[in-house]
């Protein structure tokens, strides 16, 4: 059984999130801090009130703002491609209900989440704010990212984008890993992208996802 420390967090969503890390684990997920960050965060407390009582399926589910939150496996699986490892400086493009980013804060990284939302972004930072789990908000255009703040190790994009943007590739460390999924709006494919040098970038293709489409600019919804 899990054993957590978020308020708000009882024994009968613990035994539901033990059933469905078991499920992920079945599916292909191999990355033990993968699984236990995710075992650990309270998923049911990043969802609508019409939806908590699904929060431990494995299946997306709307949020405000026309956006949603992830499949459990999704953001396992991508999060196992970032290769996360603590202490890491991780830039995320699309900060939605904020459950990504806990789960990369669980694994010890050092999160700059970027959300164009502005509703989202305020809730996102109020339920970490909340769980006592810190990452360096910014609202904002997830396609210019945060050079300011680079460069980064990891790069994760949460939204679906027509090509890896150059502008955030730069934005890597050499040797750093930016997982994104990339296509129409219709269907990605996800992508892992390695900073080899200044100039040389190595990709490689991992499945097929549909997520909302990524969108450049900002709003004040």
């Known amino acids: 059984m899990i054993n957590s420390r978020f308020d708000g967090d009882d024994f009968k969503h613990q035994g539901l999130r033990n059933r469905l890390i ?4 079945n599916k292909g997920i191999t990355d ?4 236990t960050a995710l075992g650990a965060i309270p998923r049911h407390l990043f969802m609508d009130s019409g939806f908590i009582g ?3 399926k494995d299946s997306a589910f ?3 703002c026309g ?3 992830s499949q459990p496996y999704t953001v396992a699986y991508q999060t196992q491609l970032l290769n996360v490892e603590e202490h890491q400086k991780i830039l995320e493009i699309g900060t939605g209900s904020g459950y990504q980013t806990a789960v990369l804060i669980e694994m010890g990284a050092r999160v700059y989440t970027m959300e164009r939302i502005h509703t989202l972004s305020l809730s996102a930072r109020q339920i970490l704010t909340k769980l006592n789990l810190s990452a360096h908000f910014q609202y904002g255009d997830g396609y ?3 050079p300011g703040y680079g460069p980064f190790d990891r790069i994760l994009i949460t939204a679906g984008a027509p090509s890896v943007p150059d502008e955030l590739k730069n934005q890597l460390k050499i040797g750093g890993i930016l997982v994104a999924p990339i296509g129409s709006p219709e269907l990605q494919t996800m992508i892992r992208c390695k900073r080899i040098s200044e100039n040389e970038f190595s990709e ?9 489409p990524m969108v450049a600019g900002k709003t004040e919804d």
């Open 32 to 35: 033990e801090a993968v699984l």
């Open 22 to 25: 078991k499920i992920i684990r």
């Open 144 to 146: 210019k990212g945060l």
């Open 67 to 69: 956006q949603t939150i």
């Open 54 to 56: 699904f929060a431990y």
């Open 204 to 212: 490689t293709k991992h499945g097929g996802f549909i997520f909302v």
């Open 62 to 64: 709307p949020i405000s």
